[in-house]
Nanobody, 115 residues
Framework: VRLVESGGGWVPPGGSVTLSCAAFGFQFSHHNFNWYRQAPGKEREWLGG????????ECVDAVKGRCTIARDNAKNMAFLQMDNMQFEDTARYIC?????????WGQGTQVTVSS
């Protein structure tokens, strides 16, 4: 069982980033899916999530309007797009799935906002 994030890297202030999370080894379509981030010296922060069918999504107030979460059950993948990135968005972005009594975490992908 694995969750593997990709798409991180350097982003200029005001830019956008799209992160992907690929799921392996479990029934992805039976799990709700979440994105978190953790900045150096700070606690892990929940950013938002998407329901098993993908028809319900939610982003935390702090990033609402800049955050889009989606999933593709046919490809066993979930996505996070963040727009108008700011320096304070620099963090490790981590995907998480919850369902059927189980919970899985990815290792995360680093996103650094820098000019």
């Amino acid at each position: 069982v694995r969750l593997v994030e990709s798409g991180g890297g350097w982003v200029p202030p005001g830019g956008s980033v799209t992160l992907s999370c690929a799921a392996f080894g479990f029934q992805f379509s039976h799990h709700n899916f979440n994105w978190y981030r953790q900045a150096p010296g700070k606690e892990r922060e929940w950013l938002g999530g998407v329901s098993v069918t993908g028809d319900l999504t939610e982003c935390v107030d702090a990033v609402k309007g800049r955050c889009t979460i989606a999933r593709d059950n046919a490809k066993n993948m979930a996505f996070l797009q963040m727009d108008n990135m700011q320096f304070e968005d620099t963090a490790r972005y981590i995907c998480n799935s919850v369902g059927e009594g189980t919970e899985y975490w990815g290792q995360g992908t680093q996103v650094t906002v820098s000019s």
